[in-house]
């Protein structure tokens, strides 16, 4: 049988063709779009977020929604820079809007943006310096023979709002949790306190969603410096490392119902950003931190900083990306399930 027609041939001209290379970090999908994007009027990355959201949501649904994507899919919208220095902005995506920071994100983007030389590279340390809604972060990736190996990242201030909080949920009672900031806010709960196992992802869902909006519905969320940037995100349950050389596991729920594969880059800044609050963590001094599948993030306070009046901490993040394929998706306008849907 001759295949070769179905390679040749191309969609009529009133489809969208949008053209993704398809990346993880630590198993968590990042698809970053590389052309297909109409231009995302805005000085700031801020003000190019709060367009996507008003105007370009349809679109977003179409990529990271079924049935091109599904309920835990990510992805990242390149464009230009904003910042003085900077090499290019990203607007983060995932199943509910668009998010403020990602750190899984930026490795992967390292990643995807080196080895297909969007931007040039060379063998040893590169830096690149990321707009985001969050503010700058500088990423270096390391470049062996051609090809990105490994990527660490210093993230915005991160920092700890509240230790040793409560709420009440029916059916868990009171509850303990922390607050904290790692450039977007996480509640923080002892998996065993909540009865939760790790390993458990529609407990971890269900779970995860309950205590998210009652804590949300409880208090005000406020970012000292940023309104756009005060709401919760997510829940990271944290518990005991199966592997016994690394320091603990972080299960993320963010979003709609989202469950993080990887350690989750904001989470870890926010969980670093605790510790040292508690005396338990000196600058200089790393920690593994592994995920629901087994991979790792390597955290480190490297500095403190403020954040407006707000004592912080400056995070650096390290891990590994890995590419999985480029794809050319297609949107018919004709199609009655546009722009997608999500069954969980």
């Known amino acids: 049988m001759d295949l070769s027609p179905a390679l040749r041939w191309r969609p009529p001209s009133d489809w969208l063709r949008v053209t993704v290379i398809e990346s993880h970090t630590g198993g968590e999908p990042f698809r970053v ?6 231009d995302i009027p805005g000085d700031t990355v801020l003000e190019r977020r709060r367009y996507a959201t008003e105007h370009l949501d349809t679109l977003r649904r179409a990529l990271m929604w079924e049935p091109r994507g599904h309920a835990d899919m990510y992805g990242g ?4 820079p904003t910042g003085h220095g900077s090499d290019l902005s990203v607007l983060f995506c995932h199943n509910e809007g668009f998010s403020t920071m990602c750190g899984h994100g930026i490795i992967a983007l390292a990643k995807v943006v080196f080895d297909t030389g969007i931007v040039a590279g060379h063998d040893g340390e590169n ?25 660490r990242f210093r993230n915005v201030g991160s920092f700890a709002v509240d230790l040793d909080a409560s709420v009440t949920l029916p059916g868990l009672g009171e509850l303990r949790y922390d607050l904290a900031f790692g450039g977007a806010f996480y509640a923080y709960v002892d998996a065993q306190e909540a009865g939760v196992d790790l390993g ?15 804590i949300a519905g ?14 919760l995100y997510g829940v990271i349950f944290t518990g005991h490392p199966e592997d ?15 469950v993080d594969r990887s350690p989750t880059g904001t989470g870890v800044s926010g969980r670093l950003a605790l510790l040292h609050a508690r005396g338990e963590l000196d600058v200089g001094t790393p920690i593994a931190v592994e995920s629901i599948v087994g991979s790792v993030f390597v955290g480190t306070v490297v500095g403190t900083c403020r954040v407006g009046d707000v004592e912080a901490v400056i995070p650096e993040i390290a891990g590994t990306a890995h590419i999985v ?17 999500l069954l969980r």
């Open 77 to 80: 919208w390149l464009g230009p």
């Open 33 to 38: 779009v590389v052309d297909g994007l109409p």
């Open 218 to 231: 409880s208090r005000p969320i406020v970012h000292p410096t940023e309104p756009d940037l005060g709401f």
């Open 325 to 341: 394929g480029r794809s050319e998706l297609w949107i018919d306008p004709s199609d009655p399930l546009n722009p997608g849907f």
């Open 200 to 214: 458990d992802v529609a407990e971890l869902v269900a779970k995860g969603r309950a205590i998210k909006q009652a």
């Open 244 to 258: 016994p050389t690394r320091h603990s596991r972080n299960v993320c729920v963010f979003a709609d119902g989202e």
């Open 127 to 151: 830096v690149l310096r990321v707009d985001t809604p969050a503010g700058t972060v500088t990423a270096t990736a390391t470049i062996t023979e051609g090809v990105c190996t490994a990527v």
